[in-house]
């Protein structure tokens, strides 16, 4: 019996009544999204196979998140021990495919209500911590995968030193800002939009207890969706106010802030590079290789703005040199 048979055998039991199955969506990981339609309504049920998925840090991140007031699935029923969970639906109609000249203001305007109010349930030893050796890890898939696999590279000894060392500036700077809840992937394909209590928000199984801009700077510096940087830094300037007046520790200098939010975003750029070169190369996914040329941007402007950084930005230059950035045909 393949997966979907089991879970089809497992849903004929929870739901006792007849139903139809349809692709929802799938990720980045072993996980699959399936529509369930009823008489009535839809709900959607998560195939997250073991033991390459663990179901429980979902179920947990969403009782947390659910306690705080937000807009996330319920699990109503649960198979843990095969993967099995399922879960109100809330729709389709992603940020991605709604947001607008029009609307955006708005849609981002109650996206960073929303993350306040999980930043402000925050407590230390709930979630795991985005602590240096996760930090690190992340940022090693870059050497390994983009820059090793994807462009084919041998780094020679200094350029080594330089990751090293801007790697260690990175991690410095992170693990000092304040600490809260991080969701790790908020942004406009895992928030939706909905009628009430908008935005729904999917995908924080992997949340952690970290740096208060990373999710910021998932929102803000998204890999599928980019903005004029003078309106972004307004919007970040309007979450900086918001949550400095709802009692969150975010610097009094918005300077300061916003220093801290675009060197997180440094680090989370040099890491999806990575995460990218990876889905391709090692697990065949090759529609993400589309939106590699704007995280680069992303990270290039970054480094041309703080000297710190600047040797890391010349070491990009000195790989663009050598490997042209491929044109892919979408």
């Excluded at 339609?37 to 991140?61: G, N, S, W, Y």
């Excluded at 029923?77 to 809330?90: K, N, R, T, V, W």
Aim: glycine letters at 4%.
């Amino acid at each position: 019996m393949d997966r979907k048979q089991q879970l089809e055998a497992w849903l004929s039991q929870e739901l006792h009544q007849h139903y139809t199955l349809t692709t929802a969506s799938a990720d980045a990981s072993f996980r699959r999204y399936f529509r369930v339609h009823l008489a009535d309504k839809t709900l959607i049920a998560m195939d997250a196979p073991p033991p390459q998925e663990d179901c429980r840090p979902f179920v947990k991140v969403a009782q947390l998140l659910l306690a705080a007031g937000l807009n996330v699935p319920q699990v109503l029923a649960q198979d843990i021990e095969h993967g099995f969970l399922l879960l109100s639906d809330l729709g389709d109609d992603t940020y991605l495919s709604q947001l607008s000249e029009k609307n955006a203001s708005i849609l981002y305007g109650d996206a960073c209500h929303a993350l306040i109010k999980m930043q402000l349930a925050s407590q230390p030893a709930v979630l795991p911590p985005y602590d240096e050796a996760l930090l690190t890890r992340e940022l090693q898939l870059f050497p390994d995968w983009y820059i090793v696999k994807h462009l084919g590279v041998t780094l020679d000894s200094p350029q080594q030193a330089v990751i090293e060392s801007t790697f260690n500036l990175l991690n410095r700077n992170i693990l000092a800002q304040p600490q809260v809840y991080v969701h790790r992937d908020y942004h406009s394909r895992n928030l939706m939009v909905t009628a009430e209590n908008n935005p729904g928000i999917l995908d924080f199984q992997d949340a952690v207890y970290g740096a208060i801009t990373y999710d910021l700077v998932s929102l803000f510096k998204d890999a599928y969706i980019s903005w004029d940087e003078e309106r972004m830094m307004d919007w970040v300037v309007r979450y900086w106010q918001s949550a400095k007046k709802a009692g969150l520790p975010v610097s009094a200098d918005f300077g300061e802030f916003y220093r801290d939010f675009e060197w997180m975003g440094v680090q989370r750029h040099i890491k999806v590079l990575g995460i990218f070169a990876r889905l391709y190369h090692r697990d065949g996914k090759d529609g993400y290789l589309k939106d590699m040329p704007l995280v680069m941007t992303y990270l290039r402007k970054a480094c041309e703005r703080y000297s710190e950084l600047r040797p890391f930005l010349r070491l990009l230059d000195a790989l663009e040199g050598r490997h042209p950035r491929p044109k892919y045909v979408v």
